[in-house]
């Protein structure tokens, strides 16, 4: 079982697959209806993969923390500056890497900034869709 990388963007479906197959060398393809399920219906939504699978696009960590996933998720730097990228030309994305353990969309979701997205020590939730915000948060600047 694997991980699986899925965004989403109010874009034109050609521009999300020229920017992903040709920036970060993945397989661009229409998301499955469970997954498709979890982001807002406007958005165009794609599954990014590598080999069949996104684990190529992850750090996958051993957690020891008791409080934490059995499995810690980070994206390789390549991920993270493409889906950086994306989400400053695309004014936003959204974005679900759902993990092994569940199949069916939780209906949670996260609200990540551009800069969280491109910190190299951001640990990826899973199983949530994650907002990819370009502004700061009100409370930010103090
Ligand atoms: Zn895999």
Redesign the pocket.
């Given at each position: 079982?694997?991980?699986f990388l899925t965004i989403g963007a109010v874009t034109d479906p050609l521009r999300v697959a020229a920017l992903f197959e040709e920036q970060l060398d993945v397989d661009v393809a229409v998301a499955q209806s469970t997954i498709l399920a979890a982001f807002p219906t406007e958005d165009v939504v794609r599954l990014l993969t590598r080999?069949?699978?996104?684990?190529?696009l992850l750090e996958l960590r051993a957690s020891t923390r008791p409080s934490f996933p059995a499995e810690a998720v980070w994206l390789k730097p390549a991920c993270r500056r493409v889906l950086g990228l994306a989400a400053a030309e695309l004014g936003g994305l959204r974005m679900y890497l759902k993990s092994r353990r569940q199949w069916r969309p939780s209906g949670r979701r996260h609200a990540m900034t551009l800069g969280e997205l491109l910190d190299w020590r951001a640990v990826v939730p899973t199983d949530v869709l994650v907002d990819v915000l370009l502004g700061i948060p009100v409370g930010e600047f103090n």
């Open positions: 079982m694997c991980y080999g069949g699978c996104s684990c190529d």
